[in-house]
């Protein structure tokens, strides 16, 4: 394995795990990130970098961005985003992953992309249901605003630095297996 296919794969599991905090944010910057030749996407997944796919990932990831900050949207938004999360997920992989044979790109994007994405968007719904449980949604901004930076942080750090933002993705894994098993051992 090259050091591009691995850092390829490092840039697919960062963006997929972004995606688990905002769907868009990290397919926009993966456009901008292709339209401004930062990094070269498998020949399937080129239209990425065009300008109408920037466009409209860029609407797409503001009307996101500011759908989180209404009340009872939100968590509605968190319903439809774990299986959008999943998919996105599995398609940021697919088309950043250079160099390895399709079976393999696919296994991978389903299970390292789909997979962080999934976990992480459903630890983020239950992080809002909670705030709206707690809060009565008061506190669902503050949420709001760690998600799409968290996004942001990451995306970033997966395009440019994306050896820093595989670390940053086991710490993001690991600090949600820590909150699972502290609710679990309380239920029991």
């Known amino acids: 394995m090259t050091t591009e296919t691995i850092l390829s794969i490092f840039l697919g599991i ?4 972004s995606v688990g905090f905002r769907v868009f944010v990290p397919l926009f910057a993966l456009s901008l ?3 401004f030749n930062v990094w070269e996407l498998n020949e399937s ?4 970098g065009s300008l109408a796919a920037v466009l409209t990932l860029g609407v797409a ?7 989180y900050y209404i009340p009872y949207i939100d968590n509605l938004l968190d319903t439809i985003a774990v299986p959008l999360a ?38 983020s719904g ?13 506190g669902n901004s503050v949420v709001s605003t760690v998600e799409t930076g968290t ?13 820093i933002a ?18 679990r051992s309380r239920k029991t």
């Open 14 to 17: 960062g963006l997929a795990a």
């Open 33 to 35: 990130a292709t339209y």
């Open 45 to 48: 997944w080129q239209w990425i």
């Open 61 to 67: 990831t503001l009307v996101e961005i500011f759908a």
């Open 86 to 123: 999943a998919i996105a997920g599995t398609a940021v992989m697919v088309s950043t992953v250079a160099d390895l044979s399709p079976v393999i790109t696919w296994a991978m994007a389903i299970i390292a992309g789909g997979g962080t994405a999934a976990a992480i968007k459903g630890a």
């Open 126 to 138: 239950v992080t809002r249901l909670t705030s709206t449980a707690t809060t009565g949604g008061l």
């Open 151 to 163: 996004s942001l942080m990451m995306s970033a750090l997966s395009i440019f630095v994306p050896i």
């Open 166 to 183: 595989i670390i940053g993705v086991v710490v993001i894994l690991m600090f949600i297996f820590w909150i699972y098993r502290k609710i």
